[in-house]
């Protein structure tokens, strides 16, 4: 009788056991998938932040020459400011290039030399984010994804609003330098991206960055190109206001409409694979703790 009731319960440890396994199992589906739903999650808040960010970022585009013609307009060609300086610099340039070539183009003069320096404006600010791009990846991988985005995100506001107020070209400049410098939306959004996907979604998640890109170079520039032509009494001489400055508050709701948005529904994803990973294995644990006591118990009760 005693050997029958000890198999017996040996048999019902092993179902037990069984039953866990399958238990484990079912467990580590559903973390799987909540893990992988709560990545599709995380990428559609970054491909609608991003969307209103690349929107934001475009709409000065077409805007550069004639926001530069207009500071010609009020502070004149005297060399002795930063505006004067430079278009006689860009216009020494031009000159020497036009000793390579017979570009119609540049034989436009002044305004050549406009279109010239809000190119070189354009590249200004792409030289800056090269520059700052891996102090901002580093300090992401230090201090976390979200937390960095929103100190970028704090630095976009802050230029946009000095664009409203910048009625001299140096504040507009100024203005420039900090967008160059504050820009690291896109490469914290692919960064996020990548923490929040696996190998076969990862391809899915980074064609939204795509999306966002050519949704936003098509629709920012004619959002531009719209208020180019809307140029109104903020844009005359005097004004303490930008010459489109319109178009400068536009682009600004833009940007505290994605800050709030990013604030109030993007998690830190910097431990996001570990973490869900530490709460499968703590629970994983605990139930093969559960399992070896009630074994222990069974052998006791076999010595017995």
Same mark, same amino acid.
């Given at each position: 009788?005693?050997?029958?009731?000890?198999? &017996?319960?040996?048999?019902? #440890?092993?179902?037990?056991?069984?039953? +866990?396994?399958?238990? +484990?199992?079912?467990?580590?589906? &559903?973390?799987?998938?909540?893990?992988?739903?709560? =990545?599709?999650?995380?990428?559609?808040? @970054?491909?609608?932040?991003? %969307? %209103?960010?690349?929107?934001?970022?475009?709409?000065?585009?077409?805007?550069?020459?004639?926001?530069?013609?207009?500071?010609?307009?009020?502070?004149?060609?005297?060399? *002795?400011?930063?505006?004067?300086?430079?278009?006689? *610099?860009?216009?020494?340039?031009?000159?020497?290039?036009?000793?390579?070539?017979?570009?119609?183009?540049?034989?436009?003069?002044?305004?050549?030399?406009?279109?010239?320096?809000?190119?070189?404006?354009?590249?200004?600010?792409?030289? %800056? &984010?090269?520059?700052?791009?891996?102090?901002?990846?580093?300090?992401? +991988?230090?201090?976390?994804?979200?937390?960095?985005?929103?100190?970028?995100?704090?630095?976009?506001?802050?230029?946009?609003?000095?664009?409203?107020?910048?009625?001299?070209?140096?504040?507009?400049?100024?203005?420039?330098?900090?967008? =160059?410098?504050?820009?690291?939306?896109?490469?914290?959004?692919?960064? @996020?991206?990548?923490?929040?996907?696996? #190998?076969?979604?990862?391809?899915?998640?980074?064609?939204?960055?795509?999306?966002?890109?050519?949704?936003?170079?098509? %629709?920012?520039?004619?959002?531009?190109?719209?208020?180019?032509?809307?140029?109104?009494?903020?844009?005359?001489?005097?004004?303490?206001?930008?010459?489109?400055?319109?178009?400068?508050?536009?682009?600004?709701?833009?940007?505290?409409?994605?800050?709030?948005?990013?604030?109030?529904?993007?998690?830190?994803?910097?431990?996001?694979?570990?973490?869900?990973?530490?709460?499968?294995? +703590?629970?994983?644990?605990?139930?093969?703790?559960?399992?070896?006591?009630?074994?222990?118990?069974?052998?006791?009760?076999?010595?017995?």
């Amino acid at each position: 009788m005693a050997s029958t009731a000890s198999t &017996q319960r040996r048999s019902a #440890a092993v179902a037990v056991h069984d039953s +866990d396994n399958n238990s +484990d199992d079912d467990t580590q589906t &559903q973390a799987v998938a909540r893990q992988a739903a709560e =990545g599709r999650r995380i990428t559609r808040i @970054v491909f609608i932040a991003l %969307l %209103l960010d690349i929107l934001s970022f475009t709409i000065i585009l077409p805007l550069l020459p004639r926001s530069l013609e207009a500071y010609k307009a009020r502070e004149g060609s005297d060399p *002795s400011t930063l505006l004067g300086w430079t278009l006689s *610099s860009v216009e020494q340039l031009r000159h020497r290039i036009l000793g390579w070539t017979t570009s119609r183009f540049l034989q436009q003069g002044a305004r050549a030399d406009l279109v010239l320096l809000g190119g070189m404006l354009g590249s200004l600010y792409s030289l %800056l &984010q090269c520059v700052v791009a891996p102090v901002i990846g580093r300090v992401s +991988d230090r201090l976390g994804r979200r937390r960095t985005l929103m100190v970028c995100m704090a630095g976009n506001v802050i230029w946009t609003v000095l664009w409203v107020f910048s009625s001299s070209f140096e504040s507009f400049l100024l203005a420039r330098v900090i967008a =160059g410098l504050s820009e690291g939306n896109v490469q914290i959004s692919n960064t @996020v991206i990548a923490d929040v996907t696996d #190998a076969s979604t990862r391809s899915k998640g980074m064609a939204l960055v795509g999306i966002a890109f050519a949704v936003g170079f098509t %629709l920012g520039p004619s959002i531009g190109a719209y208020f180019s032509t809307k140029m109104s009494a903020e844009g005359t001489g005097g004004s303490t206001y930008a010459p489109f400055a319109a178009a400068a508050v536009f682009s600004l709701a833009l940007l505290l409409a994605e800050s709030l948005y990013l604030y109030f529904k993007l998690p830190e994803t910097l431990h996001f694979k570990k973490s869900t990973a530490d709460d499968d294995t +703590d629970t994983v644990s605990e139930k093969e703790a559960v399992v070896t006591k009630q074994t222990v118990e069974n052998n006791s009760d076999v010595r017995r």
